[in-house]
């Protein structure tokens, strides 16, 4: 298995990023695909999630409104569409799936 995101970098506080996580060496089609985040000093939280055929999404609190997740079953990759970003937002964004992990990629939010 592996999870490969891209996407990150700096944004001021009201901008948008996407993250990407290409997935291989599973039945992408077929798996529930979440993003997680761990901001400096934090316990690394769930950010949000999506069933296979993404018909179904959940999102924490703190996103709820601002962010989308979404995937691609054709190319095997599931997006995190991050928008009005605030400082609070800074950490890094991990993609899971079946108990794997991605090496994450840093977020960060300031002006």
């Known amino acids: 298995v592996q999870l490969v995101e891209s996407g990150g970098g700096l944004v001021q506080p009201g901008g948008s990023l996407r993250l990407s996580c290409a997935a291989s060496?599973?039945?992408?089609?077929?798996?529930?695909m979440s993003w997680y985040r761990r901001a400096p000093g934090k316990e690394r939280e769930l950010v949000a999630a999506?069933?296979?055929?993404?018909?179904?999404?959940n999102y924490a609190d703190s996103v709820k409104g601002r962010f989308a997740i979404s995937r691609d079953n054709a190319k095997n990759t599931v997006y995190l569409q991050m928008s009005s970003l605030k400082p609070e937002d800074t950490a890094v964004y991990y993609c899971?799936?079946?108990?794997?992990w991605g090496q994450g990629t840093q977020v960060t939010v300031s002006s």
């Open positions: 899971k799936a079946k108990g794997y």
């Open positions: 060496g599973f039945t992408f089609s077929s798996s529930v």
């Open positions: 999506i069933i296979s055929a993404g018909s179904s999404t």
